[in-house]
């Protein structure tokens, strides 16, 4: 159905308009008239046509100042203009307002039928349109926060590899390396520093999620994870490491703001922890800052940056340098754990050069806490007395260059048997994995089997195989099978059908494009030219 407007101050143009429409378009349009330029603005604002016939001269308001009017209030309105006046002023005016066509009166049927033709596509188009981008909000509305909460999930439980967060980034727009951690934390009322009722909010805070989600974002340009108890975590990007104090303060009123409106729309009450601004790596420890800033007040909103919830270093202390240390450690990074290493120890160097035990202790401290992190990660046997001449060697160092070749060796070491415990928890799972395609290849395996045989999840699994042998498991499985193909093939005692049930395929005919696509040639094509040594 079409909506059509007439303009007109000839009570004939309309009527023929009319007969025309009724005639060729029969009952798909809905049509109202108006005769004056006031008319028939008034009758635009509720009628709120798809295509407006108008008239440029009528009495009073013209018909280019009524179309002006329109826009306003419909600005989808196709115009098509009929006037008696062939003026360039008028047809650059009509133009300028995006008028579809100008017609100069008179008009004949033929052309008035083939414009409202191409003018009703026009509005069908739109209507597609419009319909297709609300199909694709509402699917963005389903996908969305399930990309969002992928993001959330995997800055704060490091449950990541650098290029799963560098498609979160992408697919969700943020461009900067910083942000901070809210922990809105539900509950039926608050005592103290407490909301009772975790529970039964939490499952009301899950059936006005969506609502939820809308008043926040209202509030920071931020990502928002799922409901976990009665706990929301919420990242917000920013672009400088340390905001002002007045950017600390609007953020609290927000945050006020926030608590105050989800109480008052959704009957939910709300506090509202705020994490100190902290690399995409730290925001783990910026989403404990916003919990602890909640447990260190009673008030319903609470930033840790204004409670003492986390030590202080003395000013220009290298704490980034440090943690990038031991990050690096963690991760089996030797080049840069031990390039940053230097740095640090040549700050302290230069800065404590007559301070010698404290530099001692440092020292010390980290390469204790790197070996624990070693140790963690599955590296040496942890022996009780296994550094008994650390203390007596470190104390004995003459110089600071000692002292550093010292520092720098064991946290090379540390590395290395991180790295070395993971190499061979790796190679250990590639060897068995490969064990179990030896004695299962004439089965139906799938990754799932191998998975749960391994017990190890199968994304894990299947990233690890590739990594290590260079190609993902069905590859390596049907490389394996048509190898095995090969030799049964070429021993010339057993037919196709037991050959392809052999080598752990039902199907022959698969077997054969399998086998064509690995080799280049079908099963038969390979046994006959073995046989006559082609």
């Not at 550093?404 to 250990?428: P, V």
């Not at 089997?449 to 017990?455: C, G």
């Not at 199968?458 to 030799?487: C, H, Q, V, W």
Request: net charge negative; hydrophobic share 35%.
């Amino acid at each position: 159905m079409y909506k059509i407007m007439l303009a007109d101050d000839e009570g004939i143009v309309i009527e023929s308009l009319q007969f025309i429409i009724r005639k060729y378009f029969k009952d798909n349009c809905q049509v109202e008239s108006a005769k004056t330029g006031r008319n028939v603005i008034e009758l635009a604002e509720y009628f709120r046509p798809d295509i407006a016939f108008m008239d440029i001269q009528m009495p009073g308001i013209n018909g280019i100042e009524a179309m002006k009017e329109i826009r306003k209030s419909n600005p989808g309105t196709i115009f098509i203009v009929l006037s008696a006046y062939d003026k360039f002023d008028y047809a650059q005016k009509s133009i300028n307002l995006g008028v579809f066509e100008y017609l100069n009166k008179p008009v004949s049927q033929k052309a008035i039928v083939e414009v409202l033709g191409r003018a009703m596509k026009q509005v069908d188009d739109k209507r597609e349109q419009r319909s297709n981008d609300l199909m694709l909000k509402e699917k963005l509305e389903i996908v969305v926060p399930i990309i969002e909460n992928g993001f959330i999930y995997s800055i704060m439980f490091q449950e990541h590899f650098t290029e799963d967060i560098d498609n979160y980034r992408s697919m969700l727009g943020i461009t900067w390396n910083y942000g901070y951690m809210l922990a809105l934390v539900s509950g039926e009322k608050q005592e103290g520093n407490y909301m009772t009722n975790a529970v039964g909010t939490s499952i009301k805070a899950q059936m006005n999620y969506r609502k939820i989600r809308e008043l926040v974002k209202e509030e920071y340009p931020c990502i928002i994870g799922s409901i976990m108890s009665n706990k929301i975590a919420v990242f917000v990007p920013c672009e400088h490491k340390k905001p002002d104090y007045n950017e600390r303060i609007d953020l609290i009123e927000k945050s006020r703001n926030l608590a105050r409106k989800l109480k008052y729309i959704l009957g939910i009450s709300f506090r509202i922890g705020i994490g100190s601004v902290r690399t995409l790596k730290e925001s783990m420890e910026s989403y404990n800052e916003a919990l602890k800033a909640l447990v260190n007040t009673t008030g319903s909103v609470a930033h840790a940056d204004d409670l003492t919830i986390r030590g202080n270093y003395e000013e220009g202390y290298p704490a980034d340098a440090e943690k990038y240390i031991l990050d690096s450690l963690k991760e089996g990074n030797t080049a840069d754990c031990i390039r940053q290493a230097n740095l640090f120890f040549d700050w302290m160097e230069e800065n404590y050069h007559e301070d010698n035990s404290n530099v001692k202790l440092k020292v010390l401290e980290l390469v204790l806490f790197a070996e624990h992190e070693a140790f963690l990660s599955g590296g040496p046997i942890n022996l009780f007395n296994g550094r008994a001449d650390y203390l007596a060697d470190v104390t004995g160092m003459k110089d600071y260059s000692g002292l550093k070749q010292w520092f720098i060796t064991k946290l090379t070491l540390a590395c290395h048997n991180i790295i070395i415990k993971k190499e061979e928890n790796s190679n250990s799972l590639l060897k068995k994995a490969k064990d179990y395609i030896l004695q299962n290849y004439k089965k139906d395996i799938s990754l799932d089997d191998i998975s749960r045989e391994l017990d190890i999840s199968p994304y894990y699994f299947s990233k690890m195989f590739k990594d290590l042998s260079g190609m993902n498991f069905i590859e390596y499985l049907t490389d394996f099978r048509i190898e095995k193909a090969k030799r049964l093939l070429q021993e010339n005692e057993r037919s196709m059908k037991e050959i392809c049930w052999e080598v752990g395929y039902s199907d022959p005919n698969y077997f054969s494009r399998i086998f064509k696509k690995v080799t280049g040639k079908t099963p038969t094509e390979y046994k006959e030219g073995k046989m006559y040594g082609s």
